[in-house]
């Protein structure tokens, strides 16, 4: 073998090794790239999910403040429309307690009513002897009804006639402009025990009190009822027949 052939087997063998390393290289290469694309990819990935947990989390969160918000706008309206019912019932009570002024300057009607007064607290105490209190202006009217009351009485429970003594000490008078704050009484009776443990209130007062809050939860619907009228009929007519049942029902239980 000459040197010529010498050489072209050298420049064969070292054009085989040259494409025997290219092919490796480019082999490497897209192995390097697949495996940095996945990668790549995979932080991707990661990130996105990270940014979606994030906008989740943060959603939620707003989700949670509208509600809060949202609950504290509806309580402090329904305290609103609680408090403007409370006043619209405190006015329709404040309206009736300056009606019963009224009562007593009729002196014959209110000679009458003392004198029923006075027999119903005797039927509740059934005590043989009493004493009664009254606003110092009616002592006379209490007087002229003691012994048709005392009749009344006696022949309603089948007792002997009870022993009524008016007390020194009076009720409160009529409230005024003068007493606007302090204690008055618009009428009526207190009847008590000789011994002062059983205390009949039969004052106008106290009944109002009593026939006020026997019927507040009507009141109550009624004047919620009103309220629904001003701002939505179709909401109204649904709390009308609310209202309706809720009254039938009431009164047949009386009944």
Known sequence: MNDGDVSRQIQQMVRFIRQEAE??????SVSAEEEFNIEKLQLVEAEKKKIRQEYEKKEKQVEVRKKIEYSMQLNASRIKVLQAQDDVVNEMKESA???LLNVSRDHHVYKTLLKDVIVQSLVRLKEPAVLLRCRKDDVPLVESVLDSAKEEY???VNVHPPEIFIDNVHLPTAPSHHNAHGPFCSGGVVIASRDGKIVCENTLDARLDVAFN???????LVVFFLGCISLNPQVALWSGCCLKG?????TTEKE
Request: proline content about 4%; charged content about 50%; glycine content about 0%.
């Open 23 to 28: 092919e490796k290289a480019n082999e490497i």
């Open 246 to 250: 809720r009254i039938e029902s009431s």
């Open 154 to 156: 006696a022949s309603k």
């Open 214 to 220: 026997k019927k507040l939860p009507e009141v109550r």
């Open 97 to 99: 307690a300056k009606e």
